[in-house]
């Protein structure tokens, strides 16, 4: 029977510098098999969450485990263990594509190091790039590149930080099926990313804001338990309406959404009271699901304070 032990399991992990809380009592607990997103702007502390876990930085304060070793006095068996991935790329410009994995595999002290190579570039679809300089390949395909050289030593655990930033939208998609396809395998991933339709993808996510986590859970459950509301409006010159909007009662977020604005806001009598006192006849709306950036925008609001 498999081991059903969390693969990352934390409490209160807390991290500091010169003085500012970056991570603020993090708990969170990540299943095996199991793709996790993390979401929340810039300077929020998911990379410095992923240092912790991976043993590139040590907590200040609170206990946790990754891969069943306590990452406090046992990083050094974690590190062996895991794929880690940095938001720019880290491998040699000036090495092709199989020496890249070639060092690679070497770091990792791999058995059969030409095998497992050459089977990593055949499964990445690498052929056709083997000899062809890392610094020469598009954005796309460095990004595969370096996710090929976290998985040469068949890691159980991946941490990625932002790895499709500044990719196109096919090597996302190809992206996303390989860790699909890692997920089947029993591989975790732990995924930090600032794209909505990534973070709908996930498994579970979590949302982070200047150290605090804000919400956790599915999409679904964190849409749900959000309690916002949501109008799509139509009509003529909506960025004419879009000021007079802002302003009225029950509305918190006014957003052009194509050819309508989302218009967003947690009660729903004062927000429809609103919306009904529009011109009749201009404009027309109907109640649709608020969606995952609405909800992030609105936790960021009352996070502030706005």
């Known amino acids: 029977m498999a081991d059903a032990s969390p693969v990352i399991a934390v409490r209160n992990l807390t991290k500091s510098f010169s003085g500012k809380t970056v991570v603020n009592k993090l708990s969170l607990q990540i299943n095996p098999g199991e793709i996790y997103g993390f979401l929340g702007p810039n300077g929020s502390g998911k990379t410095t969450f992923i240092r912790m876990l991976s043993g590139l930085l040590r907590p200040d304060s609170g206990s946790g485990t990754c891969l069943g070793f306590d990452i406090l006095r046992e990083s050094g068996k974690i590190k062996p263990l895991i794929g880690y991935m940095a938001q720019r790329f880290s491998l040699y410009e000036d090495l092709s594509v199989r020496e890249n994995l070639n060092f690679m595999a070497r770091i990792y002290r791999i058995n059969n190091m030409r095998r497992t190579v050459d089977e990593t570039v055949e499964r990445m679809g690498l052929s056709r790039f083997a000899n062809q300089l890392a610094g020469t390949l598009s954005g796309g395909w460095k990004q595969r590149l370096a996710l090929s050289a976290c998985l040469l030593h068949r890691p159980r655990l991946l941490l990625l930080d932002e790895p499709t930033a500044?990719?196109?939208?096919?090597?996302?998609?190809?992206?996303?099926?390989?860790?699909?396809?890692?997920?089947?395998?029993?591989?975790?991933?732990?995924?930090?990313?600032?794209?909505?339709?990534?973070?709908?993808?996930?498994?579970?996510?979590?949302?982070?804001?200047?150290?605090?986590?804000?919400?956790?859970?599915?999409?679904?459950?964190?849409?749900?338990?959000?309690g916002l509301k949501t109008r799509a409006v139509s009509g003529a010159n909506l960025h004419l309406l879009s000021p007079e909007l802002k302003p009225l009662a029950g509305v918190e977020q006014v957003v052009p959404f194509g050819s309508t604005l989302h218009v967003s806001g947690h009660d729903e009598e004062l927000l429809d009271q609103s919306l009904n006192s529009l011109k009749n006849g201009k404009y027309t709306w109907q109640k649709i699901d608020a969606n995952l950036e609405e909800v992030f925008i609105s936790l960021m609001q009352e996070r502030e304070g706005g």
Do not use: N, Q
């Open 166 to 226: 500044g990719v196109d939208p096919k090597a996302r998609r190809d992206f996303w099926d390989d860790i699909y396809s890692l997920a089947a395998e029993g591989v975790t991933s732990l995924i930090s990313t600032h794209y909505m339709d990534e973070a709908e993808r996930c498994h579970r996510l979590a949302y982070l804001a200047y150290g605090d986590l804000l919400v956790s859970g599915t999409a679904d459950e964190v849409v749900s338990r959000s």
